[in-house]
């Protein structure tokens, strides 16, 4: 088992660009989570998903968009990056919600410049 | 407004000591609380979830307390080694509506384990 991979590991991006951030798990969880994590920050959720084609907002979803095709992976796509946007980006999943733990993967980290 | 507050930044001990995490939140009624260890450069990795119900949750040398009326998890590393330097991150775990939980973390507090 991979469990959850990401790619790539690291990016830079001028204003302006858009890129995708690649998530996928193979332990077939049906909750994946897409989050942000800013130095001295806590871990803050932008997009999260309860099952293929099911998708919705967490706290800091500005700027960003996700898609669900298949309950192994859950990209991320950055319109228009902004230097507001660098940052690590961590993508996790979940067997379920509520009393299950999250498996996080490596993240992706982000300057935009 | 909801926050969750971990007692320090940073925390330094010695080694074979043990060392206390403190998580404290307000304006949340959590149904559970996790706590997980991050190096850096890394993801986080799942240390113990504990239930509203529960007192006390155990594995191996670490241990977590959840005290609902004061609000606060307790994170206690007994024997500490340097291999337990990492941060360590406080979530919460609340009902979000339509059957989901939504987790939400602290910021963390970084432990040193000096030899």
């Known amino acids: 088992n991979a469990g959850v991979t990401q790619t790539p590991k690291f990016r830079i991006l001028k204003i302006g660009q858009s890129m995708t951030l690649q998530c996928a798990q193979d332990?077939?969880?049906?909750?994946m989570y897409w989050y942000r994590q800013d130095p001295g920050m806590g871990l803050k959720l932008i997009y999260y998903?309860?099952?293929?084609?099911?998708?919705d907002k967490g706290e800091v979803p500005n700027g960003y968009n996700v898609s669900r095709s298949t309950t192994e992976d859950f990209p991320l796509r950055l319109e228009l990056a902004a230097p507001s946007q660098t940052s690590v980006y961590f993508c996790?999943?979940?067997?379920?919600?509520?009393?299950?733990?999250?498996?996080f993967g490596p993240g992706t980290r982000l300057t935009v410049l | 407004s909801q926050k969750i507050e971990q007692n320090s930044e940073a925390l330094n001990i010695q080694e074979g000591k043990t060392a206390t995490l403190t998580c404290n939140y307000t304006?949340?009624?959590?149904?559970?609380l996790q706590w997980y260890r991050q190096d850096p450069g890394r993801g986080p990795v799942f240390l113990l979830l504990?239930?509203?119900?529960?007192k006390e949750k155990r594995k191996e040398r670490l241990k977590v307390t959840f005290d609902t009326t004061l609000k606060q998890s307790l994170f206690h590393i007994t024997a500490s080694q340097p291999a337990d330097s990492a941060t360590y991150l406080c979530?919460?775990?609340?009902?979000?509506?339509?059957?989901?939980?939504?987790?939400?973390f602290g910021k963390g507090t970084k432990l040193s384990v000096i030899p």
């Open positions: 996790a999943s979940s067997y379920s919600t509520g009393k299950n733990e999250q498996f």
């Open positions: 304006n949340y009624s959590p149904a559970y």
């Open positions: 998903s309860v099952g293929a084609g099911i998708t």
């Open positions: 504990i239930r509203e119900n529960e």
């Open positions: 979530a919460l775990n609340a009902y979000s509506g339509a059957g989901s939980y939504q987790l939400t």
């Open positions: 332990m077939n969880h049906n909750y």
